[in-house]
């Protein structure tokens, strides 16, 4: 192992992601191919966690009025975001 205490900055990243295995029942797999199929799901759950944050940005949604971000951008970001409310 490279670092031997946790990095205060990777810890606190990694903080979402373990919201969302916990929130999701992701953890404690029964086999490998929970496993993975639990990895993949948690890359999807965090993927549509980051776009609905991005969507609430005040930034992009000051850039979405200024028409700087294209309708397709956010088209796709509802979609994605619509099929787990």
Known sequence: ????????????????????????????????????????KLCELNLIQQVRLAALSPAVNAAWGRGKIDERCFGAMNSICARYR
């Open 1 to 40: 192992m490279i670092f031997s205490t946790p990095v205060p900055y990777s810890e606190e990243r990694l903080a979402g992601v373990r919201e969302l295995a916990h929130d999701h029942l992701l953890f404690n797999p029964s086999s490998l191919e929970e496993a993975n199929r639990n990895v993949d």
